[in-house]
C-alpha cells in the first residue's frame, strides 16, 4: 500500500511560468516531508522541505505546501527554467526517525 | 567533501553470479541506507542502518545481505544474482535531528548509485 503518492508521472511546463508538482500521503503519522530532485545517471539530491507545524516553506524560486487536513502537499518553481528538468520525487518522515518514504516521482520537463 | 560514495559504479553479472556494493559516508552519520531504483517504481528500501551495529529490512529485503561494517562504511551483497535485480542501486546516509520548534529532521544524503545488470 503506497503511503507516499505522486499521481503524475510527468509534466511539462514552458519556461519561466510556474511547474507545480503534487503529492498526497495516507500515513497521519508523517509529521516532515521533503522534495528530491533527480537528474539521470545521478543520485537524488536534497531540495526543500517543511515539517509539519508550518504551512508553506520558501528557498529561492522554490516553494513547499503543505495542507495536513488534505494530506497534500505541493511544489512550486516559479520561474520554471530548463537546467529544473529531472524527476522530482517527493518523501515523508514520522516522529521515530524512521527511513523516508518515497513517492514514484514525476518527470519534469521545461521547454524552452 | 566527498558525501557518499558508492562503488562500482556500473557492474555486469551473469545469474547466479555473487557481488558486494560497496558504500562509505564521511559525514560522520548514524544511519544509513540501500535503495533500489526501477522503472516507474520509484526508490525502494532494501534495507537500512540505524545505527552501528544494528541493520533492519526494507520493503524489498529478498535476495540481498548487508554488513554495517563500521560507522563509514554499508555494504549491500547479492549472494546469488537473479535477473529481477537488474537495477540502479543507491546508497544514503542521514542523522535525525530532534529540535522542539521544527520536531524532527531526517534528511538523507545519497551517493551517485550503482547501476548493475544481471543477464
Known amino acids: 500500500d503506497q503511503q507516499v503518492k505522486q499521481n503524475s508521472p510527468s509534466l511539462s511546463v514552458q519556461e519561466g511560468r510556474i511547474s507545480i508538482l503534487n503529492c498526497d500521503y495516507t500515513?497521519?503519522?508523517?509529521?516532515?516531508f521533503l522534495w528530491y530532485k533527480k537528474y539521470p545517471a545521478e543520485g537524488p539530491t536534497f531540495l526543500i522541505s517543511?515539517?509539519?507545524?508550518?504551512d508553506k516553506n520558501e528557498d529561492g524560486r522554490f516553494t513547499v505546501f503543505l495542507n495536513k487536513s488534505a494530506k497534500h502537499l505541493s511544489l512550486h518553481i516559479v520561474p520554471s527554467q530548463p537546467g529544473d528538468s529531472a524527476v522530482y520525487f517527493c518523501?515523508?518522515?514520522?516522529?521515530?526517525?524512521?527511513?523516508?518514504?518515497f513517492g514514484k516521482g514525476t518527470r519534469l520537463s521545461v521547454i524552452a | 567533501n566527498a558525501g557518499v560514495t558508492q562503488t562500482p559504479k556500473f557492474q555486469v553479472l551473469k545469474t547466479g553470479q555473487s557481488m558486494t556494493l560497496q558504500c562509505a559516508q564521511d559525514?560522520?552519520?548514524?544511519?544509513m541506507y540501500w535503495y533500489r531504483q526501477d522503472p516507474g517504481m520509484g526508490l525502494r528500501l532494501i534495507y537500512y542502518?540505524?545505527?552501528?551495529?544494528?541493520?533492519d529490512k526494507g520493503e524489498v529485503p529478498n535476495g540481498y545481505n548487508v554488513s554495517r561494517l563500521n560507522k563509514r562504511e554499508f555494504s549491500l551483497r547479492l549472494e546469488s544474482a537473479a535477473p529481477s535485480q537488474t537495477s540502479v542501486y543507491f546508497c544514503?546516509?542521514?542523522?535525525?535531528?530532534?529540535?522542539?520548534?521544527?520536531?524532527?529532521?531526517?534528511?538523507?544524503?545519497f551517493g551517485a548509485g550503482t547501476r548493475l545488470s544481471v543477464l
Open positions: 542502518s540505524a545505527s552501528e551495529g544494528t541493520t
Open positions: 517543511i515539517s509539519s507545524i508550518k
Open positions: 500515513n497521519s503519522m508523517f509529521d516532515y
Open positions: 544514503a546516509s542521514s542523522e535525525v535531528y530532534y529540535r522542539v520548534l521544527t520536531r524532527i529532521k531526517n534528511i538523507q544524503y
Open positions: 559525514m560522520n552519520h548514524n544511519s
Open positions: 518523501a515523508a518522515s514520522d516522529p521515530g526517525g524512521t527511513p523516508l518514504v
